[in-house]
């Protein structure tokens, strides 16, 4: 009830519901994975955050390292490197955010927070990621990859 007197109560003052987006999912099949493949990674490289070194996309997954610091033993920052691997076919769930230009990715039990620079690289992230998605499970790769991690 609380709910349903917010929705009517802000569309009553003028705010708009958001779009939700409907991503393009014919990348992959229109320019081939391996060109859909290099797009994926130059949209990659431009992130915002967080900062991405190393990425490599292929139509089963795409990859990247993350730089950091924690604290060492005496509580000096010490640099890290944390890879990070995201297979097309475990995707359960990615939603892009109008508001800030990013985009949250579910991935098995994990949850990812990207920002992009604009919306053109948000949406074409989005539309790229399910194109490749559907490629895996509709290609057979999900089948060869199933007990991958």
Known sequence: MVLVMW???????GCA???VYQPDTTAVEIVGPQAAAIELEDVLNRIIYPRMFDVDVTPEYFKYDLL????????????TR???????????????NPADDSVYLEVKLNVYQLHFRDAQDAQRFVDLVMSFHEYAIEGGVAGELADES
């Not at 929705?7 to 003052?13: E, M």
């Not at 950091?68 to 640099?79: A, F, I, Q």
């Not at 944390?82 to 892009?96: G, M, T």
């Open 7 to 13: 929705v009517l109560g802000a569309h009553a003052i």
């Open 82 to 96: 944390d890879s990070k691997k995201i297979w097309f076919h475990q995707l359960r769930r990615i939603d892009y």
């Open 17 to 19: 519901p958001t779009a």
């Open 68 to 79: 950091g610091t924690k604290l060492g033993p005496l509580g000096e920052p010490v640099g």
